[in-house]
């Protein structure tokens, strides 16, 4: 879930600043902390996957015609904390720009930002004090009119009983206004009277919007951790065909574009150097750490479980004499998997394939666009990089690629190993998305994971990079495999990661043997996604036209649409377009 820190020209930028860093410090890896602007607010679906929506301080009132959205937002369950920020709570008064429900409001009207309390007809509508980037202490904003009121928690006042951190439940949603920054004045009480500090008061305020905090078993190290390249036991000759192949000098140091890499053999000490390089520890022979060195990964586990997997699918070797999941790079701790791949052309290109990077954290994981990926313990995150010749795959056909790997990890979960017949839960939005369903409804569902797919073209050949996060054993309120068991079960990621790459690999080869279609996989992939037959609302089209989804199109595997009325098809690109399934709204993407 995410934490939208608003970002607009209207911030102070210290706040923002401070707040971001607060909020990473407090919240991570629980939550993915990200900005967002005032266009985004107004264009994308953010309430689909917002657990917090926040305002550092801002220079001015802020008035938006994104306040309707915010407006709804907290009224269907949202939690908004803002800093600077005091309200008045004032009677209804009649406003024709005002739809039935005092919240919906055309879309171009820009309007402060205030919530309707129904128990009372009363608005309370956000204020913010002038304020400069230049200043470092700002006035505190106020509040006006909720003595009395019901329902309002007061955390903190002054000793002249001002208060100062204040919190309304709005519809089925919650509101926390901090009138200073996200700090306190000494002076600062509970209701009990006793001196409250700010950090204790951030975290009982989060508690109260309905934040589930990490616990310190949780944290995770802020640098990168040494990876491990190794193989499967079977297979001893790996991990020298690669160092020979990535031509690593005596030296063990590989400068690449993004990255530096000092390889080296356990009984090695790496000379300490500055910047320091990412150390990759080589375990030659079949060889493989000791599980004290990878205690969130059990290699020989994992090792055993490809085997088995592989022989239940029929997998074969490929031309480097190893399959899908039997030459892997493992980190605990990692950048991205993602980018120490595709923003490494030396890497990228000569690295024989198929080599899988896996991590139990990633630092700077990388989604959609310019999303990231949260990966507290019990995620799976890894990226797989294939080559392939242009003659056998055309580029045309490369937008299936996301499509055929969604498809395996859907029927993984159908694995025995992995969920069996509560797999069926697991199912696919287009274009790159995995959800579970966790209730009757069609609301009724959970992102757990995605997929990324990167392309890059050497000679006659494409390097493809698919990366893939997957919620295995995490706890609330991150969404997972888990939660959808009701007993105890052997679910790991060991296992999980196995039966994705075996079902993968085979599929893998009959999408290349047939020149990139996707024909044989089209009826079992739109068996597994979410979309046949819904309704959806595009924005992209003036006016906005009601369609119906009908599939994906054959050839350049677009997601085609009917209209409800009218004739032909409309057709929709996964990159140019987002996908509020919520909303049931398609959009152009910011």
Not at 206 to 217: A, E, N
Request: proline share 8%; charged share 15%.
């Amino acid at each position: 879930m995410n934490v939208l820190v608003y970002s607009g020209p209207d911030v102070v930028q210290h706040s923002l600043t401070h707040t971001l860093q607060t909020l990473r410090t407090i919240l991570l890896p629980h939550y993915s902390i990200q900005s967002i602007t005032p266009q985004a607010l107004l264009s994308q679906p953010w309430p689909v996957n917002c657990a917090l929506l926040v305002f550092p301080r801002l220079r001015r009132t802020f008035e938006s015609a994104s306040s309707s959205a915010i407006a709804t937002y907290v009224e269907n369950g949202g939690a908004l904390l803002c800093a600077g920020t005091g309200a008045t709570y004032a009677p209804r008064r009649t406003d024709f720009s005002l739809g039935m429900s005092g919240l919906s409001v055309a879309s171009d009207i820009t309007r402060p930002l205030r919530f309707l309390d129904h128990r009372t007809g009363n608005f309370i509508t956000l204020t913010s004090p002038a304020a400069k980037d230049s200043d470092w202490v700002h006035p505190r904003a106020e509040f006006v009119g909720f003595g009395g009121v019901k329902n309002v928690k007061v955390f903190a006042r002054l000793a002249q009983d001002e208060i100062v951190v204040l919190g309304k439940e709005v519809g089925g949603g919650t509101i926390v206004l901090w009138s200073t920054d996200f700090d306190l004045p000494q002076s600062a009480v509970n209701p009990e009277g006793t001196a409250v500090e700010a950090i204790p008061l951030i975290l009982d305020s989060l508690r109260t919007l309905g934040l589930q905090l990490p616990s310190t078993d949780d944290v995770v190290p802020m640098t990168p951790l040494p990876q491990f390249l190794v193989s499967h036991p079977d297979k001893p000759t790996i991990v020298s065909q690669i160092i020979k192949a990535i031509s690593v000098p005596p030296s063990g140091i590989l400068k690449d574009a993004n990255d530096t890499f000092h390889f080296h053999t356990p009984d090695q000490t790496p000379d300490p150097s500055e910047p320091p390089p990412k150390y990759v520890v080589t375990y030659h022979d079949g060889q493989l750490p000791a599980q004290s060195e990878t205690p969130l990964f059990d290699l020989s586990k994992y090792f055993a479980a490809i085997s088995a997997a592989r022989a239940r699918e029929g997998c074969r070797d490929g031309p480097h004499g190893w399959g899908i999941g039997e030459a892997l790079l493992y980190g605990q701790v990692v950048t991205s998997t993602q980018t120490m791949l595709d923003k490494n052309p030396h890497l990228l290109s000569e690295l024989p394939t198929p080599i899988v990077s896996l991590a139990s954290h990633q630092l700077m994981g990388r989604g959609r666009g310019s999303n990231v990926w949260v990966s507290p313990v019990g995620c799976l995150q890894f990226s797989l990089l294939l080559r392939v010749s242009l003659t056998r795959l055309p580029p045309n056909k490369l937008v299936f690629v996301q499509y055929l790997f969604g498809l395996a990890v859907a029927d993984a979960c159908r694995d025995d190993a992995v969920l069996g017949a509560l797999g069926k839960k697991i199912r696919l939005k287009w274009p790159n998305d995995i959800y579970a369903v966790v209730g009757p409804g069609e609301s009724d569902v959970k992102k757990i994971g995605g997929i990324l797919v990167n392309a890059s073209f050497t000679g006659n050949n494409v390097d493809i990079v698919i990366g893939c996060g997957l919620n295995i054993l995490n706890p609330p309120p991150v969404a997972s495999l888990a939660q959808l068991l009701f007993t105890e079960t052997d679910l790991s990621l060991e296992l999980t990661a196995a039966a994705i790459l075996a079902k993968f690999e085979p599929m893998w080869a009959q999408f290349i043997q047939g020149n990139g279609s996707f024909a044989p996989f089209m009826a079992s992939y739109l068996e597994r996604w979410l979309h046949s037959d819904q309704q959806v609302t595009l924005t992209t089209t003036t006016p906005h036209t009601k369609v119906r989804i009908v599939g994906i199109t054959p050839d350049h595997g677009l997601l085609r649409t009917m209209p409800e009325r009218g004739s032909g098809f409309i057709d929709l690109q996964p990159d140019s377009n987002s996908f509020d399934i919520m909303a049931g709204m398609i959009k152009a993407k910011a």
